[in-house]
């Protein structure tokens, strides 16, 4: 039972809508999005530039293949776009996200070194070359809940919190019980196994917390809770992105889950812990894939403002024109870095890794360009969007004329006219848009910490002697 093969019902807990899933398969909004997430197994078995020989002769999703130079690269980007134009970049967390960073993960993995316990390094390696083996579907559970930012999570565990993160409970010779939970996890319940780890940020009182690990869906004590569907009721006319794109959010809860010692990555050690995201070279080649893949998203939105000013008689407007050149200018400057960041890569041991910096100001930038064409296609759409009827009244014999009629104008006709401004009311306004418009703000952490992330480690040597030449020459200035 794989998400490859659609067969999800593997005991795993998922709890959704006031009840537990038995068939995830046969609730509307899961059938939905498992669809979505299978249209890249099924992209991997028509298209020949998604995969590539191994060694054996079987062939490889490119997902797996470790980057040696630029074109390398750029070849895994084709393959991120070719995923993130399923669902015009609206699913960020695809099989794509985390399986390329463990495409890299043997090649870092031995600093995860070893201890009495187990061999990390190798558990990292046997555990990657099993998700290479079997396109497995990994999603990644990092953020702790909220439950008091102000406060470590060994303080919180002492006052009785059990649920401020995950933590050992119970070490034992072949592994650890767990217990805790996991704020949020998108597309949670449509993996095969998850991987659960931590920011930096752990002190050195936190070490039961200081754990890296994966287990599959159906891990006794695992349970799954989604967060309330943006999925409506309604046609997919009516709302052609919030029924076909619900990339369900949920929260893990760990109640007492047995992880055996082969499947820990990290175990007690806070120094580790902390370093795990980027020195297992998961941070930079998980922000490539996510930077593409918004840069899809946001050439997809471009595309929605420029149709409906084409579409509802505004492209004369000097102003709006200003709009339009606005949103493309970010566009090309998103997609000029993304190419960059490739181009300006460099080699830690044999794997050639994109440019992190360059990656940290598309990410930044992102959050405020997609907050910027959906504020245009809101002003261009909202006044005729709010007032648009359920796709059905089309077909009702009391009104459908005079609907279509008063709907229609010689650009567009009435239901084109109601395709459009509902697309733009479910990118904008809907549960759906504006869980979109909050993934993008957020999902890559706040970007307060990735702008001071950025400036402290950028090189700008070259410009502060340009600064100590100017003040050297006015100290120098002689009348
Ligand atoms: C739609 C969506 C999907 C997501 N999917 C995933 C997922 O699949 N896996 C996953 O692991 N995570 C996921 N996330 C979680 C994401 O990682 C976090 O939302 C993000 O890291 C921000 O953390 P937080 O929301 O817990 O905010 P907090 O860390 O609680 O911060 C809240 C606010 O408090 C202030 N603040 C907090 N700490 C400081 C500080 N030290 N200094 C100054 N101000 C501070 C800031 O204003 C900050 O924005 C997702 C989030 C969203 C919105």
Not at 311 to 338: D, S, Y
Not at 350 to 378: G, K
Not at 461 to 476: F, T
Request: aromatic share 8%.
């Amino acid at each position: 039972m794989t998400t490859k093969n659609g067969n999800l019902n593997d005991g795993r807990e998922v709890y959704f809508s006031g009840g537990r899933l038995s068939d995830l398969t046969s609730d509307p909004v899961f059938a939905r999005t498992l669809s979505v997430i299978q249209r890249y197994y099924k992209l991997r078995e028509t298209d020949a530039s998604m995969s590539f020989p191994g060694i054996d002769g079987t062939s490889i999703s490119k997902l797996f293949l470790t980057p040696h130079s630029a074109s390398d690269l750029s070849e895994k980007r084709a393959v991120y776009e070719k995923i993130a134009r399923e669902s015009f970049g609206m699913l960020g967390r695809t099989p794509d996200f985390i399986d390329t960073g463990i495409a890299v993960l043997p090649h870092y993995a031995d600093v995860l070194g070893a201890d009495g316990r187990t061999d990390y390094a190798e558990n990292a390696k046997q555990w990657a070359k099993m998700v290479r083996r079997q396109d497995l579907f990994v999603s990644h559970a990092i953020q702790n809940p909220q439950v008091d930012r102000s406060r470590g999570l060994q303080d919180l565990l002492d006052a009785g919190e059990e649920f401020a993160g995950v933590w050992i409970k119970e070490e034992r010779e072949d592994g650890v019980i767990v217990r805790g939970a996991k704020q949020v996890n998108t597309l949670a319940p449509f993996a095969d196994q998850l991987l659960v780890f931590n920011l930096p940020g752990l002190s050195i009182e936190d070490s039961k917390f200081a754990l890296a690990f994966w287990l599959p869906l159906n891990a006794a004590g695992l349970k799954v809770v989604c967060r309330k569907p943006t999925f409506r009721a309604g046609s997919l006319a009516d709302h052609p992105l919030a029924n076909a794109f619900d990339e369900m959010d949920a929260m893990l809860i760990f109640d007492d889950v047995f992880i055996p010692n082969e499947n820990l990555l990290v175990c007690g050690d806070v120094a580790l812990s902390n370093a795990f995201f980027g020195a297992s070279g998961l941070f930079v080649h998980t922000a490539h894939q996510d930077e593409v893949r918004g840069s899809v998203k946001l050439e997809f939105a471009t595309a929605i403002a420029v149709r409906l000013a084409e579409k509802l008689g505004l492209t004369e407007f000097t102003r709006v024109q200003e709009m339009l050149g606005g949103l493309t200018v970010n566009l090309e400057l998103i997609r000029a870095a993304v190419l960059a960041s490739e181009l300006t890569g460099h080699f830690e041991g044999e794997v050639f890794t994109p440019n992190m910096q360059t990656l940290l100001a598309v990410r930044v930038s992102l959050t405020s360009y997609y907050d910027e064409v959906l504020r245009v296609i809101a002003e261009f759409s909202s006044g005729s969007a709010v007032g648009i009827p359920d796709f059905s009244q089309f077909d009702n014999p009391e009104i459908s004329d005079i609907l279509k009629s008063s709907l229609s104008s010689p650009l567009i006709s009435a239901e084109e006219r109601a395709l459009l401004l509902n697309l733009a009311w479910d990118v904008t306004h809907e549960a759906f848009g504006q869980r979109q418009r909050t993934y993008e703000l957020l999902h890559g952490g706040n970007p307060m910490f990735a702008k001071i992330d950025h400036w402290r480690n950028t090189d700008l040597n070259s410009g502060k002697e340009m600064l100590d030449k100017v003040l050297q020459d006015a100290r120098d200035y002689k009348d």
